[in-house]
């Protein structure tokens, strides 16, 4: 077919309300009610085919944590290799495939997931990692279909970079996919980004071996039934739940790694950084290696802030989903001045906050993940509570007899620089200082050296030229930096989304400077008249 096909023009799909009376609100009640009442069984997914190794775990409600959604298979080394050569058996015809079906496939699981399965996949995030219906409207419907369409529209944007031709000749640009297969690793707090991290390097002609969180396997499954239903071939993503330590460890020792797309903790991407760096030379190609992990995420605002508006961004960007997204305000800086007007707000909205079971829409909040997430938080709102110069003002309870629930819990400290303004708690706890309005400038240092991340941060000012300083002074404590708005809720093609330091490769998720991380361009030139002798017009005598 001789044309140069344009992909649809990609629009943020809009967010459902799921407001009281409203046919999403029925219809995601009813899914989720049916849902809950069975019990599934995942299998893993290899070349196209389900392998059930017998090696089970169970994936359980966060707010109800005997109430059992599914029993999963885990992979072994023997299952990672099997995925490793069905996804090296994949490539050699996925990456031949014209663009345009290949983006196909992903244009259309977008339309099945804005339509038949956006309740389906909405109820199992709620069901499995603990999210309200906003929270998994948001996420793992809007987000996820954005990725999809957006990053289709990047990939054609991506192809249609060539470069200049001279007379007589034509250079071009084949953007090869990488040279091997892809390891995607995903978190539990973002349905979206499990969806996206193995499916951007698959638009590009890339294979990819994918391992879900523990945690979000329940949701990621019915991610690998929307993609084998738009007609994504047999083994270009495989889909293997597993015990991270044994599978990472036979991915790296694979020579045709060719990339690691990763979102976690710090330390996790660390240790494959150094794997890989040790094993370099047993590699065909130097792997690409592609991560966002942790954050220390602040809110910093100057006297000129808006309290009411303050108020609100420590609220909505500490709490929602119990404060487990890697941008969520964690550690807050506010001045004297406002802080007695702050403090009364603030305090009154917490208040406001109903923490339960997300079936009840009444609720704000949910459960945090696991046992381990709801030990470690704990043991932080324990220490503040023994602490010295450390007050307790909301929250501070906790309860896991049902369900992991932790109050919102709003601590304020003497010192900046105490544990839970340095630490990353991933949790619903958020740690405030007060600083005196005549140590603005100081407190600007303090924010950027306080922490080793640089996710998202957020000033609150009226003042334009406290604005400008901060931006200014803070210009590599962020990679996501917000003006009198919450650090949370980057949107697909809007907000680019990702951070430096210890928080990642900034490679921005949700643009095409994420995509351009999975190609190997060749350069390509065509002489129409080669030349027929080796001398130049310069080498005559006269």
Known sequence: ?????????PVNEPVLSYA????????LKETYARMAGEEIEIPLIIGGKEVRTGNTDVSVMPHNHKHV????????PAEVKQAIEASLKAHREWSRWPWEDRLAVFQRAADLLATRYRPVLNAATMLGQGKTAHQAE???ACEFIDFLRF???FTQKLYAEQPFSGPGMWNRLDHRPLEGFIYAVTPFNFTAIAG????????????????????????????????????LPPGVINFLPGDPGPMTEAVLHDPNLAGIHFTGSTGVFQTIWKTVGDRIDSYKTYPRLVGETGGKDFIVAHASADPLALSTGIVRGG??????KCSA???????????????????????????????????????????????????????????????????????????????????????SAYRLMCEEVFGPVVSLHVYPDSKWEETLRIVDQTSPYALTGAIFANDRSAVLQASDMLRNAAGNFYINDKPTGAVVGQQPFGGARASGTNDKAGSILNMIRWISPRTIKETFAPPHAFEYPFMAEK
């Open 196 to 231: 996206n991290l193995p499916t951007a390097p698959a638009m590009l002609g890339n294979v990819a071996v994918w391992k879900p969180a523990a945690t979000a396997v329940y949701s990621g499954w019915f991610i690998m039934q929307i993609l084998q239903e738009a007609g």
């Open 69 to 76: 959604l599914a029993r999963f298979h885990k992979a072994g």
């Open 329 to 415: 305000a964690s550690r807050i800086y506010v001045p004297e001045s406002l802080w007695p007007t702050v403090r009364e707000q603030t305090l009154e909205m917490i208040s406001r906050i109903r923490v339960g079971d997300v079936a009840d829409f009444r609720n704000y909040m949910g459960a945090v993940i696991d046992r381990k997430a709801f030990d470690k938080i704990t043991g932080y709102i324990k220490h503040a509570h023994e602490a010295s110069d450390v007050e307790v003002l909301a929250g501070g309870t906790y309860d896991d007899s049902t369900g992991y629930f932790i109050q919102p819990t709003l601590v304020e400290v003497k010192d």
């Open 319 to 324: 709490y929602e989903y119990q404060g487990q």
């Open 151 to 153: 990053n289709t529209h």
């Open 1 to 9: 077919m001789n044309s140069i096909p344009n992909v649809p023009t």
């Open 138 to 140: 948001i996420d793992s």
């Open 20 to 27: 009281p009376g409203t046919p999403e609100r029925a219809l």
